[in-house]
């Protein structure tokens, strides 16, 4: 994820009255602050956000101008993942996107819908005032979206730590970008976006950013297990490593 330029390096903390802000139990912050002197060595190389040729040439794939896209890197989701994002609107022409974690994956999926699509972007974050900020940034470059505030609550049966609230879902979503809620709320707490894979249809596509980081590993690990009908595989490159998984039954 990443807003415009004022966007600092760590998670934006909690909005107040959230689930995620509420005190929780002692052993489940110190099993999420002992993942993370677990994950330290992913989190520090991810800092980068990948070589500025890479984010250039992202730019070029969309057409748009520099100043589009500001600083990547530590919590924002790094150039190789938006790519991956913009060549599959590009090649699957998806005409539904969902996304759970609004930021700069919103600029790219947006503006690839836009040029090669004509689909949508269904867009949700628990931050009211970031959302506003994104829903500003892409309407000042023309980039259509529909950007949701979506609190984080009480988590679905199985998985741990809190999860988006999420209302008027499109009950077919042929592109799910994962990439949030942040590793403090819980390690394993994108797992529970397995709740929407009813809705991607056949040759649909789940794509979860920061797959290298030993949380997403243990819900790749899951989702493998809980979800034949897929085709997982874990995608090389960048700084924080992708899992996509692909509907096939």
């Known amino acids: 994820m990443a807003a415009p330029e004022r966007t600092s390096y760590l998670p934006r903390a ?24 677990i994950q330290w060595p992913w989190l520090l190389r ?22 589009a896209l500001p600083r990547l890197g530590s919590w924002k989701a790094d150039a190789f993942f938006l790519r991956l994002i913009a060549e599959h609107v590009r090649d699957a022409r998806p005409h539904t996107v969902v996304e759970l974690g609004a930021g700069s994956t919103s600029l790219v999926a947006g503006r690839a819908l836009q040029l090669w699509s004509g689909g949508r972007l269904v867009s949700f974050d628990q931050h009211a005032p970031f ?9 000042g470059l023309g980039i259509p979206s529909d950007l949701r505030v979506a609190p984080l ?42 709740t929407l894979f009813d809705r991607i249809p056949v040759g649909g596509v789940v ?16 989702w493998k297990r809980r979800w034949p ?10 700084t924080k490593g992708t899992l996509i998984g692909m509907r096939l039954a």
Do not use: C, K
Not at 207 to 222: F, Q, T
């Open 14 to 37: 909690a909005d107040p009255g959230s689930r995620a802000a509420m005190p929780r139990r002692l052993s489940e912050r110190a099993f999420t602050w002992a993942f993370g002197l």
């Open 153 to 194: 609550g009480p988590p679905p049966q199985g998985w741990p730590g809190a999860w988006y609230q999420l209302a008027n879902v499109p009950e077919r979503i042929e592109l799910l970008i994962v990439d949030g809620p942040p590793w403090t709320v819980h390690p394993y707490a994108r797992g529970a976006a397995e």
């Open 46 to 67: 991810s800092l980068s956000g990948g070589p500025d040729v890479a984010r250039t040439a992202l730019l070029h794939l969309l057409e748009l101008p520099d100043a």
């Open 131 to 139: 959302v506003a900020e994104i829903r500003d940034w892409l309407g």
């Open 207 to 222: 794509m979860l950013d920061d797959a290298a980081r030993p949380g997403e590993r243990v819900v790749a690990a899951r």
């Open 229 to 238: 009908g897929f085709r997982f595989r874990h995608v090389r490159g960048g």
